[in-house]
T-cell receptor, first 113, second 113 residues
Framework: DAGVIQSPRHEVTEMGQEVTLRCKPI?????LFWYRQTMMRGLELLIY????????DSGMPEDRFSAKMPNASFSTLKIQPSEPRDSAVYFC???????????FGQGTRLTVV | GESVGLHLPTLSVQEGDNSIINCAYS??????FIWYKQESGKGPQFIID?????DKRQGQRVTVLLNKTVKHLSLQIAATQPGDSAVYFC????????????FGGGTRLMVKP
């Protein structure tokens, strides 16, 4: 398996634009997580899914953020409209079950100017 | 992934020495703990895990110690190598928080040749 695959690796967008980040989890993993990493706040869990169903989205900062998982092999994190303070590295991770390690993708570095 | 935390604790060790990275966790209900390594420009990478029914677990050159009494976790790296230079995160998975893996702030390990 190629691991967790995220796209794009880098995204630069203007304030107010819509941004969509994509993730393909490891096949067979039932859990998918979206994290955000910044210098000030470290790694923050935004939302996670179990069997494609969102379980906890309490980490999603605002209504501008939304995440979907239409099937077991694909998830998106959307920011609309984007703001400069959304600039961060966004990681997607997946795990087999609750009490096993999560495998992380390479991340998407988002810059909103 | 970018560096996390303007004030990341930093441990500087000489190549060949042993390293000990410490982590205090907050939730006494946590039953699973993981150490991750994050190199510059990459996502966190799993190193070793430990469940709450254990107090020590060994891997290749790494050992994790868990002291539930004081809610303390440590990662020991034997014969530290330049390739070990990275930011190390501990993560806890509280039983009462579903599957929300919560990360600590990280420690930067710098290995001097």
């Amino acid at each position: 398996d190629a691991g967790v695959i995220q796209s794009p690796r880098h995204e630069v967008t203007e304030m107010g634009q819509e941004v969509t980040l994509r993730c393909k989890p490891i096949s067979g993993h039932d859990y998918l997580f979206w994290y955000r990493q910044t210098m000030m706040r470290g790694l923050e869990l935004l939302i996670y899914f179990n069997n494609n169903v969102p379980i906890d989205d309490s980490g999603m900062p605002e209504d501008r953020f939304s995440a979907k998982m239409p099937n077991a092999s694909f998830s998106t994190l959307k920011i609309q409209p984007s703001e400069p303070r959304d600039s961060a590295v966004y990681f997607c991770a997946s795990s087999l079950d609750r009490v096993t390690e999560a495998f992380f993708g390479q991340g998407t570095r988002l810059t909103v100017v | 992934g970018e560096s996390v935390g303007l004030h990341l604790p930093t441990l500087s060790v000489q190549e060949g020495d042993n390293s000990i990275i410490n982590c205090a966790y907050s939730n006494s209900a946590s039953d699973y703990f993981i150490w991750y390594k994050q190199e510059s420009g990459k996502g966190p990478q799993f190193i070793i895990d430990i469940r709450s029914n254990m107090d020590k677990r060994q891997g290749q050159r790494v050992t994790v110690l868990l002291n539930k009494t004081v809610k303390h976790l440590s990662l020991q790296i034997a014969a530290t190598q330049p390739g070990d230079s990275a930011v190390y995160f501990c993560a806890e998975n509280p039983m009462d928080a579903g599957n929300m893996l919560t990360f600590g702030g990280g420690t930067r390990l710098m290995v001097k040749p």
